[in-house]
């Protein structure tokens, strides 16, 4: 029933990113889970996690950190509920180094020795809430990138942000999944300064939202979709539900991005590696399945089938409808009036490509709705 209602919240999340009125607060949280990655079956912990991720998403980002390493998905994910005095569990504290704040050679094995013994006895209540197992923490001296003390988790984490290090990995991984994931090192240096100053994530985001330079040419169009965005992005246009919530988690798995499940603690790799010769294909068939009841064959062929011939016997039944209820009305309401140039600006934000543009003129536009979708079947639409 559990793992049931992780999938619900998984449809849940999705519909609050299609149909909020809060879109960089719900944007942020997406961007969050693919740092403070985490995987949970245990629906009242991983509902706590969504909801720290969404409350912290534009606050202080020691408070973030800190709220983060008390979660209990967290701590059952990364084993800190097993690190205990005199028989340290490393994997929580190397993450939070590694994955989380500062990056790969930035620390030494000493220090994630050292900042493991720091969490000893951090765990959680069946509730979820935090509990300190004062009986497995380890009261002792520490040695901490170059400090001394009786350290405990939360000083670790204060000791890691004075590291300026800290700003720029994140502002690294803001500038990539905001602007463009080529980094300008210019434009980095002058976030980090910014953020690492009080480590305020709103201010940080209304510095790099307010700068000239995020709307420069070089800087629209240049990112791919992720497979959310793609889904959202269409559903924020043309308001769809899906009839049956296991095709929406279907498509997700299809392209590679099931939300509430990342592949491994390093997260979704993002931009190029959502493309390959199958995921294009099927990603550029998504609003004529969505939105014009196009057939699209679900039955992915997996480990544990009985025969090849049950596989085939299966198949030969063909494809499948996406059944969606689709509110083309709200769409005309919006979007009814537009001219064709008017709706493809609203879509698109990316450069045409010469002959993309040419196909677009050459189409016999019969209506904005079927424009929208032939609109979001064109490659460009995989941008952003």
Not at 103 to 122: C, H, L, P
Not at 181 to 189: G, K
Not at 342 to 351: A, E, F, T
Request: overall charge positive.
């Amino acid at each position: 029933r559990s793992q049931q209602k992780v999938r619900d919240l998984n449809c849940a999340w999705i519909d609050r990113l299609s149909e909020t009125n809060s879109i960089l607060r719900e944007k942020m949280t997406l961007f969050w889970a693919n740092i403070f990655v985490c995987r949970d079956n245990h629906i009242f912990h991983i509902i706590d996690y969504n909801n720290t991720l969404r409350e912290h998403a534009l606050g202080n980002f020691r408070s973030f950190v800190k709220a983060i390493a008390r979660e209990a998905s967290m701590s059952k994910y990364l084993n800190n509920r097993q690190n205990k005095k005199m028989k340290p569990n490393e994997n929580f504290a190397r993450e939070l180094m590694e994955i989380f704040t500062l990056g790969i050679g930035n620390y030494s094995e000493e220090d994630v020795k050292e900042s493991a013994r720091a969490f000893t006895g951090w765990s959680y209540k069946n509730n979820g809430d935090f509990l300190l197992r004062k009986k497995q923490h380890d009261y002792g001296e520490k040695t901490f990138l170059g400090k001394k003390g009786n350290f405990n988790g939360d000083d670790i984490i204060d000791i890691i942000l004075e590291q300026k290090q800290c700003a720029k990995f994140i502002c690294e991984k803001i500038y990539k999944y905001f602007v463009n994931p080529v980094v300008e090192d210019s434009r980095l240096d002058e976030i980090t300064k910014v953020f690492y100053k009080d480590y305020n994530i709103k201010n940080l985001m209304a510095h790099i939202f307010n700068s000239a330079w995020f709307y420069e040419e070089k800087n629209i169009g240049v990112k791919i979709k992720s497979p959310i965005e793609l889904l959202v992005g269409i559903r924020r246009i043309v308001p769809v539900s899906f009839d049956k919530k296991n095709q929406l988690n279907y498509l997700q798995k299809m392209m590679g991005q099931v939300l509430l499940y990342p592949e491994n603690v390093s997260g979704w790799k993002g931009d190029k590696n959502w493309i390959d010769s199958n995921t294009l294909m099927f990603r550029m068939k998504l609003a004529s399945m969505i939105l014009n009841d196009a057939v699209i064959n679900l039955e992915e062929k997996g480990a544990f089938e009985d025969s090849f011939e049950q596989y085939y016997k299966n198949a030969k039944k063909g494809g499948r409808y996406v059944k969606t209820t689709k509110r083309w009305d709200i769409f005309s309401e919006k979007y009814g009036k537009f001219s064709p140039r008017q709706l493809r600006n609203l879509i698109l934000m990316s450069k045409l490509d010469k002959d993309t543009e040419f196909l677009l003129n050459s189409l016999e536009i019969k209506s904005n709705k079927n424009y929208c979708i032939q609109i979001m079947s064109i490659p460009e639409y995989q941008l952003c």
